[in-house]
């Protein structure tokens, strides 16, 4: 048997015996020197930041490129810290799933220490500790895995988080907000010495240094006002050569803790893997099981320095470059091809993105919509090739069923998707002075099956239950008349006030030559039982090129 805690310089050979690779370096030496000189602290230790941040920071250490690992802090979750940090002295065991159902085992070391910072109110001594490491002149990089929501500080009508709001009233000593409190570690930096500092947000979505740094000063200009704060303090916020906010492109999936895994472990004799269930619903475990694929591209902008990052695959770039990744990823070749299947699967019958993918027309809807339509109009970020991209994604990633992700969950607020998935390609299409939208055929399909996911009701005429969307209410109202039975039925009246709505796709869908079409397949699929499968094989038949 092994255990996560063992002595992995002592006992590499059991470790070998069970498929784990371990690191060279001594964690105890590079603990040390971390807790001596920091520099490298990361906000968020979910299953992200342990399959791919602690990767990075281990590789670097193993190949000598850094002698210090990560301070990892949750203001979140103390049963994070408490649950499978302090437990297993802050080591991870990543578990690569592949499609072929073979596995690769690491264990990380890079961990020094894991702080909650939470609950500052109740007890600052977290929020004090990481305050402190702020002031330390060492430190180079703050980097967050938190989720997009660990940004918000305003309500959908402008007002400020009830939390937030008590934050700019009662000042930085005990903040309860996530960004309040990174803006009170940031002010003690300022209060001792105003070294430079790169806060580089890593979280999945686009533009996300850039809204890092919009929160931060939101609330540092609120201190202000209120006597917390001087001028000077967010004069170095908002200067760039002392306070650096890099934009990122992240793209790794990595779900909860798989229980399969959990048992395969277990299988090969290794303990210490269990997975925790904390009171906060975090799913978390020793371990952390992830795709093979995984990309990390960086806007190259740290005035204090910064760790070889590229030594471990990160691409190291300019801001332009970051926004062409990220505009390749969001609008081509992964988030439109998921959005598919998830309006597909979801009117299908499906319940997994794996499943999806081996059925014959849904394999050949992505690519259609992938390499035949969206490819040709796509901009080249040079850094990451996009078709490579694509068959990477087809071929491994969407197959793989040890990432159980499901059509519904990826369904989750497609109103507020469609206009950066499909919206860019059109667009594209519009300026393009070669091309016109009205050659699209397998888009604007999408969006017709769309239209009829709206009426919640599946292919098999049953009733489904939606995923949640903020404009669901308004958008069903618009088709809940609408009868299943008839492709005949007028549903101009009904669908053009969604179709025209600049706001979901950014243009209107009439204007630019598509609506008559998306219409026109939506009544298809009004037929009866099966229309949407087979209005799916027809378009596949009339319009579908050879990809392969």
């Known amino acids: 048997m092994v255990n996560i805690t063992d002595d992995y310089l002592k006992n590499k050979d059991e470790f070998t015996a069970v498929g784990i690779k371990v690191p060279n370096y001594d964690d105890k030496k590079v603990a040390q020197n971390t807790l001596a000189n920091p520099h490298w602290v990361h906000f968020g230790g979910g299953n992200l930041f342990r399959a791919f941040h602690a990767a990075i920071a281990s590789h670097l250490i193993d190949q000598g490129k850094m002698d210090s690992g990560i301070i990892v802090s949750d203001a979140y979750d103390d049963g994070t810290i408490n649950g499978v940090y302090r437990p297993y002295n802050n080591r991870i065991l990543r578990v690569v799933t592949k499609a072929d159902g073979t596995k690769d085992l690491e264990l990380f070391a890079s961990v020094a220490k894991a702080v909650f910072s939470g609950r500052a109110a109740e007890d600052p001594s977290g929020l004090n500790e990481m305050k402190q490491l702020f002031t330390k002149a060492s430190l180079q990089v703050v980097s967050f895995s938190i989720t997009e929501k660990g940004y918000v500080i305003k309500q959908p009508d402008g007002q400020y988080l ?29 209060q001792n010495g105003a070294k430079p500092i790169a806060m580089l947000s890593t979280d999945n979505f686009s533009q996300n240094g850039d809204r890092l740094k919009e929160s931060i000063l939101t609330i540092a200009n609120g201190w202000l006002k209120n006597g917390f704060a001087d001028q000077g303090f967010i004069d170095w916020l908002s200067d760039d050569a002392k306070v650096s906010f890099p934009l990122s492109m992240i793209d790794r999936i990595t779900p909860n803790p798989s229980e399969t895994v959990e048992k395969d472990l277990k299988a090969l004799g290794i303990e210490g893997v269990d997975i925790v269930h904390t009171k906060k619903h975090t799913n978390i475990a020793a371990f952390a099981n992830t795709e093979e694929a995984h990309y990390l591209v960086v806007e190259d902008k740290f005035p204090n320095g910064r760790p070889e990052f590229e030594a471990a695959g990160v691409i190291m770039t300019d801001r332009d470059t970051v926004n062409l990744a990220d505009e390749m990823k969001v609008t081509v070749c992964l988030n439109p091809l998921h959005t598919a299947l998830a309006i597909y699967g979801s009117v299908l019958g499906f319940n997994s993105i794996a499943a999806e993918v081996k059925d014959p027309d849904l394999n050949s809807l992505i690519k259609q919509i992938g390499y035949v339509e969206g490819l040709p109009v796509v901009r080249d970020p040079k850094v990451i090739n996009p078709k490579a991209f694509i068959d990477e994604l087809v071929q491994k990633r969407l197959p793989n069923p040890y990432i159980p992700d499901t059509p519904q969950r990826i369904a989750t607020d497609t109103s507020q998707k469609l206009g950066i998935r499909y919206g860019v390609t059109i667009q594209h299409y519009l300026d393009d002075p070669d091309r016109e939208p009205s050659q699209l055929n397998f888009i604007p399909l999408v969006i017709a099956t769309w239209l009829r996911y709206l009426m919640a009701i599946d292919d098999h005429g049953e009733p489904f239950t939606p995923s949640p969307d903020p404009l669901w209410d308004s958008l069903h109202s618009q088709v809940a008349d609408l009868k299943l039975g008839s492709a005949d039925q007028n549903v101009h009246d009904n669908i053009k006030g969604i179709l025209s709505n600049q706001a979901i796709f950014g243009n209107d869908l009439y204007a630019v030559g598509l609506g008559d079409k998306i219409e026109a397949d939506f009544k298809e699929m009004l037929a009866g039982k099966g229309a949407i499968r087979q209005t799916l094989e027809e378009k596949l038949a009339k319009y579908g090129k050879n990809v392969d």
């Open 162 to 190: 009830p939390a937030v709001a008590r934050d700019l009233e009662n000042g930085p000593a005990k903040p309860e907000n996530t960004m309040s409190m990174i803006a009170s570690m940031l002010l003690s930096r300022y």
